[in-house]
């Protein structure tokens, strides 16, 4: 009787190493996320580590164009602030020198023009007459996303959504 779930297939170095290019080269992937697969298909000690040294030799592993990638798509496509992109980037056990790095390589303007695309979409929305309930909502949606407080108070300022 066969299980919902799949077995795992256990592999020998050279497959897993072979395997872990394609896997890497499909998506960009963390150092965690590879080493969660490469366990998951039966490598431990040093041939899981002879393999992530070959994938980072080989560029098939990097952490900075990693987070680089994840940070902009994030940004791009699901309009997620720093703080949203910098949790997320440290769930995927991103060092914290490459995440600064990542979240200020979004550009400055692009990202104050987002909150305030974002707030005015928001601010059609909502049905609130009270201006300071109205404000709260804005807040609370855009601090969601994850956007920092005296950046939205700004834009919103600026824009007089308040």
Known sequence: MKSGKQEAVLL????ALAKAESFCVYQERSQKEVRYKLVEWG??????EEII???IINNFLNEERFAKS?????????????IKIKQGLKLKGVPDKILQKAIYSID?????QTIEKLAVKKARSLSENDPFKRKNRLMSYLQ????????ILLVLKAS???
Request: hydrophobic fraction near 30%; charge should be negative; aromatic fraction near 12%.
């Open 12 to 15: 020998d170095k050279k497959q």
């Open 43 to 48: 490598m431990r000690g040093d041939e899981l």
């Open 53 to 55: 040294t070959d994938l």
């Open 70 to 82: 994840y940070a902009s798509g994030k940004f791009n496509i699901k309009h997620w602030g720093r």
């Open 108 to 112: 400055e303007d692009d990202y104050l």
């Open 144 to 151: 969601a996303k994850g956007f920092e407080t005296d950046l």
């Open 160 to 162: 007089n959504l308040n």
